[in-house]
């Protein structure tokens, strides 16, 4: 059974930073990819980073690059988000999400290409 647990979530003021984990069990390291995405209040769920396991490929979304990085403890079968220079636009629930397949080259944002989700780590920003 597939189980994905967020953790981390908090109240920040702005500029502040947060780290996000992602505790991952009942998944094949083969073709993992994992994410993170985000939704705010009354907006869509958006993907913010993928993150190809295998050979510790990153990739962020242009919105928080520079400010979100990603890596993985492999003996703890867990991903992390680092979280810096956080804006208030960055409040929203944090979702990990995961999939067995081949994704293309920079991974995927679409919410459509995941098929295990977590239950969410709320994270809000204020100014």
């Known amino acids: 059974q597939v189980q994905l647990v967020e953790s981390g979530g908090g109240s920040v003021q702005a500029g502040g930073s947060l780290r996000l984990s992602c505790q991952f069990s009942?998944?094949?390291?083969?073709?993992?990819?994992m994410a993170w995405f985000r939704q705010a209040p009354g907006k869509e769920r958006e993907g913010v980073a993928s993150?190809?396991?295998?050979?510790?490929?990153?990739y962020v979304a242009n919105s928080v690059k520079g400010r979100f990085t990603l890596s993985q403890s492999r003996s703890e079968n867990t991903m992390y988000m680092h979280m810096n220079n956080l804006k208030p636009e960055d409040t929203g629930i944090y979702f990990c999400?995961?999939?067995?397949?081949?994704?293309?080259?920079?991974?995927?944002?679409?919410?459509?290409?995941?098929?295990?989700w977590g239950q969410g780590t709320q994270v809000t920003v204020s100014s």
């Open positions: 999400a995961a999939v067995n397949k081949i994704l293309p080259y920079g991974g995927s944002f679409r919410r459509d290409d995941y098929t295990h």
């Open positions: 009942g998944l094949n390291r083969y073709h993992l990819w």
């Open positions: 993150f190809y396991l295998l050979d510790d490929s990153p």
